[in-house]
């Protein structure tokens, strides 16, 4: 069974997708990687690209990363969703036990993302 | 003239400490670095004080801040010189990139840093006081401490709880700054989640 995952990130900070990428790449190079600066561009690739795994950021402009979770949903039933943010409120975290996602806590560190790729595993 | 009693005071100040200490906690993270904290100190001041008081004037600040509306509303400002803030970016993305990609990202990478901070201040406060706050995007604004303070309320005569912190990256001596901005109906919404801290059980 092939190892290669497609995983989409969704996150406004461009710094924060360098990050991400940078530490996905080197863990699992094979993974095919594609990246979103909002919930609406995801939405827009998710039409033709299906993710086994997305990360989303919660506070980002035009839509919020709660909200966009439904879509993203109903495009990639399969994928398993999780949130990654800075916001630690216990309300965020209590949200994503109800949307049934993960939640991962930034700073974006090897730590943080191998918490967020242990959902694929 | 607000009066705060002293265990007020003292469930204040624990607040924020707790509450900076995760901050700290996230910078650490991002820069790889051990952070060494201040106590917090709190004042109540006329807005058009508050620059000069802290002795903020004499420097360019690169601050970022951020509207949290919850109990109570805050400004809250991350504020670092602004000489240092390149320096803070190469320890965030690493020795990877050149100087000139590193200065092209500089404003989105201090930008995304004060957005984990402060939000991780503010939701660790959230959390001890169970409640939960709304917050505006995270903006970058570069200038000294007067301009950077003064435009952040609405009258240079509003009265405004500063509550104020230094922290030190101790390896590389970068001095930063936290300062939350109230007016006095903040500051009474403050004070009300403060008794209700106060009087809640312990877990």
């Known amino acids: 069974m092939s190892n290669k995952k497609i995983y989409l990130f969704i996150d406004d900070s461009r710094v924060s997708r360098m990050k991400i990428r940078q530490v996905v790449q080197q863990n699992h ?9 909002g919930g609406k561009e995801a939405h827009a690739l998710t039409l033709t690209i299906k993710p086994d795994l997305i990360s989303i950021d919660i506070n980002m402009p035009e839509m919020s990363g709660l909200e966009a979770i439904a879509g993203l949903r109903q495009n990639c039933p399969s994928a398993q969703i999780v949130l990654l943010s800075g916001n630690i409120q216990d309300d965020m975290r209590a949200q994503a036990a109800q949307l049934a996602v993960g939640f991962v806590e930034k700073p974006i560190t090897a730590a943080a993302m191998a918490q967020v790729m242990a959902y694929m595993e | 003239m607000i009066n705060l009693s ?3 005071s ?9 509450s900076i200490g995760r901050a700290a906690s996230a910078l650490s993270r991002i820069v790889g670095e051990k952070i060494v904290l201040a106590v917090p100190s709190l004042q109540f001041m006329q807005a058009n004080e508050a620059a000069e008081r802290l002795g903020l004037n004499t420097q360019r600040i690169c601050g970022v801040t951020q509207e949290f509306s919850g ?11 602004e000489d240092r803030s390149l320096e803070i970016v190469r320890m965030m993305l690493g020795e990877s ?3 000139d990609e590193l200065s092209e990202l500089e404003q989105e990478a201090m930008s995304e840093i004060g957005n984990i901070l402060l939000n991780a201040c503010i939701g660790s406060i959230a959390n001890l006081i169970s409640s939960r706050f709304d917050s505006t995007m995270p903006e970058v604004r570069l200038g000294n401490g007067d301009d950077l303070l003064r435009v952040s309320v609405r ?11 230094d922290f030190n990256i101790a390896a590389r001596t970068i001095q930063g700054y936290m300062a939350f901005l ?3 109906p903040s500051i009474n919404g403050l004070i009300e989640s403060v008794d209700r801290f106060i009087a809640a059980p312990s877990a």
């Open chain 1, 29 to 37: 190079p094979e993974w095919e990687l594609h990246e979103a600066a």
């Open chain 2, 6 to 8: 002293e265990d007020q």
């Open chain 2, 10 to 18: 003292d469930a204040l100040v624990e607040i924020f400490n707790i």
């Open chain 2, 71 to 81: 109990p109570f509303s805050t400004e809250a400002i991350l504020m670092f010189p």
């Open chain 2, 97 to 99: 990139y050149s100087m």
């Open chain 2, 155 to 165: 009258s240079a005569d509003d009265t405004v709880l500063l509550i104020f912190i």
């Open chain 2, 182 to 184: 109230m007016d006095v």
